[in-house]
Nanobody
Framework: QVQLVESGGGLVQPGGSLLLSCVTSGFTFSNYVMRWYRQAPGKERDLVAS???????DYADSVKGRFAISRDNAKSTAYLQMNSLKPEDTARYYC????????WGQGTQVTVSS
């Protein structure tokens, strides 16, 4: 079955960096756009970044220039490199892809605080 497993979250000080990973299985990873979303407590789940199957990327305005999405099709893994982190980046981060259904991982918590 389809599985998406995020990791790499944690507690980091403002200005710090984290690398999130999303290891996937159960589908042909190289065929699909992969996305990272985030959800802060009491807020909606928002799209952060996406990467097409050929590597074209797109970012929310709030993270442009600070975050970088990438993928390794041989490892069926998507990544989100997060630099210059701010307290407002605090959220649970989820990777996602969709066909006729939406597929989500369990998420990984990112907390940016001094």
């Amino acid at each position: 079955q389809v599985q998406l497993v995020e990791s790499g979250g944690g507690l980091v000080q403002p200005g710090g960096s984290l690398l999130l990973s999303c290891v996937t299985s159960g589908f042909t990873f190289s065929n699909y756009v992969m996305r990272w979303y985030r959800q802060a407590p009491g807020k909606e789940r928002d799209l952060v970044a996406s990467i097409s199957n050929i590597g074209n990327t797109d970012y929310a305005d709030s993270v442009k220039g600070r975050f970088a999405i990438s993928r390794d099709n041989a490892k069926s893994t998507a990544y989100l490199q997060m630099n210059s982190l701010k307290p407002e980046d605090t959220a649970r981060y989820y990777c996602n892809f969709h066909t006729s259904s939406n597929y989500w991982g369990q998420g990984t918590q990112v907390t940016v605080s001094s």
